[in-house]
């Protein structure tokens, strides 16, 4: 998303890139960006905290290497590496694949 481009992002704030991010998120797929943006704030339980995001990344990180993953882009569904997930999907593509796996 071009939100992430140095040309736009390079002189806004870490709160400006969040509000920008959760109303992106909101566009694209209906979520409540007040709630993304409740995920993203600092949770001052000591002054390195980081938010509630920070916080899983570094688990599903420290999960994908144990487990052997080292490159992006790879998708486990379910805890299972599903290889056929390209990086490169288009919305519809995701629909049709979580679809049929609500599906089973």
Same mark, same amino acid.
């Given at each position: 998303?071009?939100? $992430?481009?140095?040309? $736009?992002?390079?002189d +806004? ?5 969040? +509000?920008?991010?959760?109303? #992106? #998120?909101?566009? #694209?797929? =209906?979520?409540?960006?007040? #709630?993304?943006?409740e995920k993203?704030k600092?949770? =001052? ?11 899983l $990344?570094k688990?599903? $990180? +420290?999960?994908?290497r @144990?487990?052997g ?12 590496e599903? =290889? ?6 288009? @919305? ?7 679809? =049929? +796996?609500?599906?089973?």
């Open positions: 998303h071009e939100l $992430v481009f140095d040309q $736009v992002s390079y +806004k704030t870490r709160t400006d890139m969040y +509000k920008a991010l959760a109303q #992106a #998120a909101a566009d #694209a797929s =209906g979520v409540d960006a007040n #709630a993304v943006l993203v600092f949770l =001052g339980t000591s002054p390195n905290a980081g938010n509630a995001v920070g916080q $990344v688990w599903y $990180v +420290k999960f994908g @144990k487990n993953i080292h490159v992006t882009p790879t998708v486990l569904v379910n805890g299972i599903e =290889g056929c997930i390209s990086s490169g999907w288009t @919305k519809e593509q995701w629909v049709e694949y979580l679809d =049929g +796996k609500l599906a089973a």
